[in-house]
């Protein structure tokens, strides 16, 4: 069983950072594929930013420059550094892990930005 716990949501102002954790536990490889995934009220969950299984990264391109996923391998933790933050980018934040046919999902962490 996989566990995902996410942690630094907050409220900011605009153009302020945050920076989300996710710490996983369980049966997992540090290969396992991890990123981030937001949710905005009436809004289908989108991608934000991950790791592929060969550790290249992916972004969105609405986050490009300003957001940097980054991972611990010998913590099973993968970290998102949030930077020039607009009040769009106000939602749910999610963790996720891919294990084989498997999609593992964190609780969420409220990400607010304030104009």
């Known amino acids: 069983q996989v566990q995902l716990v996410e942690s630094g949501g907050g409220l900011v102002q605009a153009g302020g950072s945050l920076r989300l954790s996710c710490a996983a536990s369980?049966?997992?490889?540090?290969?396992?594929?991890m990123g981030w995934y937001r949710q905005a009220p009436g809004k289908q969950r989108e991608l934000v930013a991950r790791?592929?299984?060969?550790?290249?990264?992916n972004y969105a391109d609405s986050v490009k420059g300003r957001f940097t996923i980054s991972r611990d391998n010998a913590k099973n933790t993968v970290y998102l550094q949030m930077n020039s933050l607009k009040p769009e980018d106000t939602a749910v934040y999610y963790c996720?892990?891919?294990?084989?046919?498997?999609?593992?999902w964190g609780q969420g962490t409220q990400v607010t930005v304030s104009s």
């Open positions: 996720s892990l891919v294990d084989g046919i498997w999609t593992y």
């Open positions: 369980g049966s997992i490889v540090s290969r396992n594929p």
């Open positions: 790791f592929t299984s060969d550790s290249t990264t």
